[in-house]
């Protein structure tokens, strides 16, 4: 069955205090690994999709980075505006369906 | 782009009334997810579409759900009758299914049936 487990639930940074959240997966077929952001009240915000292991993705203070079974989405220097959930998700190839984790909620300090 | 528009953005419903969400997918987009937002169960697929046809209505609850896309630009769930355990945000996701694959979601329906 596909599967997606992300850790930490919850992740309290001071801002400047760089750290990484984990996504663990099963999947039939990976067809691609997302990244959103998600701030309370919003949709889900695309960021990356992965399609391979050991890609990389970057985008400002985010990298994405893909193995054969987990994800993980560094983030460097964090500031109080990259506070929000992080979804990941898997797309697979055999079912054509987008499986989401339960997310990360982050939250950086002043 | 104007992106996934959804309709209503809030709705509150009395128990056993019929409640109908619509999506329009970004132009040029052929699949078409909808999805439900619970703190509880997070990110569930409800149904998705292909080309307008659905492909997989698995994750539909129960036969009060409904979901049609009869053209390429529009899509409704409906809950007839509405129970409050169907309180949740339902999100609808658009993408264009080539190699490179990138879903765009909605700001979803807040649905409140008391």
Request: hydrophobic share 30%; aromatic share 10%.
């Amino acid at each position: 069955e596909d599967q997606v487990t992300q850790s930490p639930e919850a992740l309290r940074l001071q801002e400047g205090e760089s750290s990484s959240l984990n996504c663990s997966y099963t999947v039939s077929g990976l067809r691609g690994l997302f990244w959103y952001r998600q701030d309370p009240g919003k949709g889900p915000e695309f960021l990356f999709t992965l399609y391979s292991a050991g890609e990389e993705k970057e985008k400002e203070r985010l990298k994405a980075t893909l193995t054969k079974k987990e994800s993980f989405l560094h983030i460097t220097a964090p500031k109080p505006e990259d506070s929000a959930t992080y979804l990941c998700a898997v797309l697979s190839g055999n079912t054509g369906k987008l499986i989401f984790g339960q997310g990360t909620t982050l939250q950086v300090k002043p | 782009d104007a992106g996934v528009i959804q309709s209503p953005r809030h709705e509150v419903t009395e128990m056993g009334q019929e409640v109908t969400l619509r999506c329009k997918p970004i132009s040029g987009h052929n699949s078409l997810f909808w999805y439900r937002q619970t703190m509880m169960r997070g990110l569930e697929l409800l149904i998705y579409f292909n080309n307008n046809v659905p492909i997989d209505d698995s994750g539909m609850p129960e036969d009060r759900f409904s979901a049609k896309m009869p053209n390429a630009s529009f899509s409704t769930l409906k809950i007839q009758p509405s129970e409050p355990r169907d309180s949740a945000v339902y999100f609808c996701a658009s993408s264009f299914p080539t190699r490179r694959d990138t879903i765009y979601f909605g700001e979803g329906s807040w649905l409140t049936v008391v």
